[in-house]
């Protein structure tokens, strides 16, 4: 299908179809880039998705973009893969996806890349796509956002960001950050619990593909946290999800959280896999 001297190309629209067969053979793990085809990535992000071609076919491929995302790579497929990319840098914040992949090609880019701010080599990967646990609570005030609440979202929204990765999600303007959360909210993405005008909890829904959607974005507020309230909340989210988004809800985690973990395990939530996460 490549007709190039280079097993890897940039994907075009008449890729589609075979860049989401090589997510579909994993399709909880593989969610993210899955999404992004699926949204158009192809036509309005070109160059954003290589790929790599073996004998029979496309074999595997690689968001490379805001973030740098492998899906279904062996070491070779990898090392492919890093020859393109070692000089690419661009603006790219992040590489994570499937630890065996991540972190071997994270090795490789490493040397031109740069030292990175942080290394997360163990997020469990969990999902869930049964019924809720019998006897569990959920939090009947948790629902889906309102549009007019796009203002009491971001803050929010924005400190779960810095939490999670260490710096805040925009400097001066925070117009296109503020543009992302609308879109959530508008696709229905965005669950919040609000007390007395405060979001004391949220949890977006960042990608759905091939009957599986990928939960981001939990957050508690502070005050609220060490209270019960994450179980019975999630739970609300997760059969909301159930019934309106996709039938397999699926998130990842970091593995010294130990409060989600048990969050998640109290919603019905195992282990499926192990992704890695690097910060730049």
């Not at 019975?232 to 973990?261: K, S, W």
Request: proline letters at 7%; charged letters at 20%.
């Amino acid at each position: 299908m490549l007709g190039t001297k280079s097993p890897v190309r940039a994907l075009t629209t008449a890729d589609r179809d075979q860049a989401l067969e090589v997510c579909a053979r994993d399709t909880r793990i593989n969610v993210f880039v899955a999404a992004r085809i699926l949204e158009g990535a192809l036509a309005t992000s070109p160059g954003a998705l290589l790929g790599y071609a073996g004998d029979s076919g496309l074999q595997a491929i690689c968001w490379a973009s805001a973030n740098l995302v492998p899906v279904g790579c062996n070491d070779p497929v990898l090392a492919a893969f890093a020859t393109k990319l070692r000089r690419w840098r661009r603006q790219c914040s992040s590489v994570f996806g499937p630890a065996d992949m991540v972190l071997p090609l994270w090795e490789q880019l490493r040397p031109t890349w740069g030292e990175p701010r942080n290394v997360r080599a163990y997020q469990p990967v969990l999902a869930t796509a049964g019924p809720l646990p019998t006897g569990l609570t959920c939090d009947p005030r948790v629902r889906q956002a309102r549009f007019d609440e796009v203002d009491l979202v971001l803050p929010a929204a924005a400190a779960m960001f810095t939490e999670e990765i260490g710096y805040p999600p925009y400097w001066g303007s925070r117009q296109v950050y503020r543009q992302g959360i609308e879109i959530l909210i508008r696709q229905g993405h965005t669950f919040v619990r609000v007390d007395e005008g405060e979001v004391v909890f949220k949890a977006d829904v960042g990608s759905v593909a091939l009957g599986v959607a990928q939960i981001q974005g939990v957050w508690v507020a502070p005050r609220w946290r060490g209270q019960g309230l994450a179980g019975p909340a999630m739970a609300a989210v997760v059969g909301q999800v159930q019934a309106e988004i996709a039938p397999v809800v699926t998130l990842y985690v970091n593995d010294f959280n130990a409060p989600a973990r048990a969050a998640y395990a109290r919603v019905g939530f195992t282990e499926i896999g192990r992704f890695a996460t690097v910060l730049m």
